[in-house]
């Protein structure tokens, strides 16, 4: 007896380079969902979600701690192309270090989440001249955003050494650890940049991001990481972002 052929997926699908952490992932498909016009289940985009949060942890190799996760991001990129998706989006800002050689491996675009929430704070303050940034170390000192804002003829600003212990804490300590985190600790450190000059602050690190709408703050100075490229992928996913009003 024959098997039946199975049914034709739907789509064409996006695809989540996930667990770079796990619980931003998941933050990640959330906000997708809320920020999409969906009166049905069918209104919503199709996504492939690769959720491994096996890949070695990004900050620290590039502190010269641990392996490189370059072969596992590329890895994992390669098999959602195999799997059938046609655009990818990464919930991870530490992780577009890699991008060039993640896009070098694929034939389908891959979303920059630098660049995206870039965008995002300049279409969100008009007139737009400078910005914060609350990241971990390895995105620092990487430059990723450095370089996003120049090329967006934007200043960037950053916390003090000490104030950037306290942002690595929040985000290892707090969020990666499972454990609470004081809203004034986190309203600290933004005000810590607005205090410097920062016009806007972003949100650099998705698991501050996680962060919060685990606090369910609503503070018109911050640029979500997560919502910007959540907001891309329902746009390149083919659907319709909610009007915000």
Not at 167 to 192: C, Q, S, T, W
């Amino acid at each position: 007896m024959t098997a039946p052929e199975p049914p034709e997926v739907p789509g064409p699908p996006g695809g989540v380079l996930g667990g770079l952490g796990p619980a931003a992932a998941v933050y990640f498909l959330r906000r997708v969902v809320e920020l999409t016009d969906a009166r049905r289940d069918q209104d919503h985009v199709d996504l492939l979600v690769w959720q491994f949060g096996s890949v070695p942890d990004r900050t620290g190799f590039l502190q010269g701690r641990g392996e490189s996760p370059e072969p596992a991001l590329v890895a994992n990129a390669v098999a959602l192309e195999r799997a059938g998706a046609t655009f990818i989006s990464v919930p991870c800002n530490t992780a577009i270090v890699w991008v060039d050689a993640i896009r070098a491996a694929v034939g389908i675009e891959v979303l920059h989440t630098v660049e995206e929430t870039i965008a995002a704070a300049q279409a969100a303050v008009p007139g737009l001249t400078s910005v914060g940034l609350l990241a971990t170390d390895g995105t620092l000192e990487q430059g990723i955003y450095a370089r996003a804002a120049e090329a967006a003829g934007l200043t960037l600003l950053v916390p003090e050494p000490e104030v950037q212990e306290r942002v690595m804490a929040v985000i290892y300590d707090g969020v990666k650890a499972g454990n609470p985190v004081p809203r004034d600790e986190f309203d600290a450190l933004v005000d810590h940049l607005a205090d410097r000059g920062a016009e806007a602050v972003l949100l650099g690190c998705t698991e501050l991001s996680v962060l919060l709408g685990d606090l369910g703050i609503e503070d018109p100075r911050l640029v979500d990481s997560i919502d910007a490229v959540a907001r891309a992928t329902v746009l390149r996913g083919g659907g319709t972002l909610r009007d915000p009003a």
